[in-house]
């Protein structure tokens, strides 16, 4: 199973990116899917995650209101609309997929975000 994640770089405050990951090589559909973030000094947290049955989306109050996590179970993709970026989102984004059944977790490299202010 590979989680490959693009559209990280660099945006000022205000702006917005788009994250995308895309899975290859699943044998099973996943239950649920998120985005991790790190920032330098910090702890991994979950900014956004989605499951599969309904798309229930949750987000880390932090973010409400400016980022949209979305899934396409055809293309097998995870993206992550950032808009209204500020300095405190900078980070290494993470895309996470989870199988309850097997209690499988799978993560992607990671992907750059910087926010300049």
């Known amino acids: 199973v590979q989680l490959v994640e693009s559209g990280g770089g660099l945006a000022q405050a205000g702006g917005s990116l788009n994250l995308s990951c895309a899975v290859s090589?699943?044998?099973?559909?996943?239950?649920?899917m998120a985005w991790y973030r790190q920032a330098p000094g910090k702890q991994r947290e979950m900014v956004a995650g989605?499951?599969?049955?309904?798309?229930?989306?949750t987000y880390i109050d932090s973010v409400k209101g400016r980022f949209t996590i979305s899934r396409d179970n055809a293309k097998n993709t995870l993206s992550l609309q950032m808009n209204s970026l500020k300095s405190e989102d900078t980070a290494v984004y993470y895309c996470?997929?989870?199988?309850?059944?097997?209690?499988?977790?799978?993560w992607g490299q990671g992907t750059q975000v910087t926010v300049s202010s």
């Open positions: 090589g699943s044998p099973f559909s996943f239950d649920a």
């Open positions: 996470h997929a989870q199988v309850w059944q097997y209690a499988a977790n799978y």
């Open positions: 989605i499951t599969t049955l309904g798309g229930t989306t």
